[in-house]
């Protein structure tokens, strides 16, 4: 297969990788907080780093994603 017929660049990879390892961080630091018990609340869950940062970590990473995919690498 020749090198010209790759629908993305290296770049392209490289920021698709990136992105979706943003998008794994997000999903990971909002995870947790759950109760011990189905009765008990904890509330954890309502935990800045769940409810702020991480859906921004995770929104940034799917922002990631469309410009790697849509970035024109080819010369």
Do not use: H, Y
């Not at 090198?3 to 392209?12: I, M, P, R, S, V």
């Not at 009765?39 to 799917?62: C, D, K, L, Q, Y």
Request: glycine share 12%.
């Amino acid at each position: 297969m020749a090198k010209e017929d790759f629908a993305f660049g290296k770049e392209n990879f490289i920021l698709i990788g990136i992105a979706i390892l943003v998008i794994i961080i997000g999903f990971v630091l909002m995870s947790g907080g759950g109760s011990q018990d189905e009765v008990s609340f904890n509330p954890e869950i309502f935990n800045t780093r769940r409810i702020v940062i991480a859906p921004i970590v995770t929104i940034i990473g799917f922002g990631l994603m469309i410009v790697g995919i849509v970035k024109n690498s080819k010369k």
